[in-house]
């Protein structure tokens, strides 16, 4: 079936710098995309979203952006911290809950964010 | 912070014992699900409930099942435990708004069968 997938397995940045972390999806119905950060032996956790009628959204550090036309979604996270490192995942979704709308989040494979001093 | 809650963190257990692993949201939300996460790994959905007394399947085949007798809890259970079912199991949930919202998950519980 069709899912989300990333880029890179693992992606190492200096302290500081700004990181992008990419995400391909190949599912043209999805119309919600998520962004979410797993520190180890946690669960995952929430850090921005976007709805397809948007390209772009920002939060704090963070600035997710949505490209319909390549089916590409990127997490930018400005100055990265060491508390930064952990697993970035995107997670898609298909159309709104209504009775028997698509439920739960289809995940991609994560890239590990490893921050170097 | 989310207030999810899932228990235990860690379980070691010998094969053929049942087992559940309890979640439970104090947000009052509608929707709960459970994913399956081996380390390092995507999450695949395996159920979901709209409310109570709802359950449905999610779109990894698994040999577990699930109740939804309250809100607040949607424990999963394993009637005869293999090395199979070794992974990470994380309980989720959501409101139900009619749009889609994040889901907030626990932190998981962490099954090792021998």
């Known amino acids: 079936g069709e899912s989300v997938g990333l880029h890179l397995p693992t992606l190492s940045v200096q302290e500081g710098d700004n990181s992008i972390i990419n995400c391909a999806y190949s599912?043209?119905?999805?119309?919600?995309f998520i962004w979410y950060k797993q520190e180890s032996g946690k669960g995952p956790q929430f850090i921005i979203d976007?709805?397809?009628?948007?390209d772009k959204r920002q939060g704090q550090r963070v600035t997710v952006l949505l490209n319909k036309t390549v089916k590409h979604l990127s997490l930018q996270i400005a100055a990265t911290q060491p508390g930064d490192s952990a697993v970035y995942f995107c997670?898609?979704?298909?159309?709104?809950?209504?009775?028997?709308?698509?439920?739960?989040?289809?995940f991609g494979k994560g890239t590990h964010l490893i921050i170097q001093p | 912070e989310a207030d999810i809650y899932q228990t235990p963190r860690y379980l070691v257990i010998g094969t053929g014992k049942k087992i559940t692993l309890e979640c439970s949201q104090t947000?009052?939300?509608?929707?709960m699900y459970w994913y399956q996460q081996d380390p390092g790994m995507e999450l695949h959905l395996i159920h979901y409930?709209?409310?109570?007394?709802?359950?449905e399947k999610g779109d990894l085949s698994s040999e577990s099942t699930v109740s939804r007798i309250r809100t607040e809890h949607f424990p999963l259970t394993l009637e005869s435990a293999r090395p199979s079912h070794t992974s990470q199991y994380l309980c989720?949930?959501?409101?139900?708004?009619?749009?889609?919202?994040?889901?907030?998950f626990g932190n998981g519980t962490r099954l090792t069968v021998t």
């Open positions: 409930s709209y409310g109570v007394n709802s359950t």
């Open positions: 976007i709805r397809s009628n948007m």
């Open positions: 599912n043209s119905a999805s119309d919600y």
């Open positions: 947000m009052g939300h509608d929707k």
């Open positions: 989720a949930s959501s409101e139900y708004t009619g749009i889609n919202s994040p889901l907030h």
């Open positions: 997670a898609e979704n298909i159309g709104t809950e209504s009775g028997g709308g698509a439920d739960g989040l289809t």
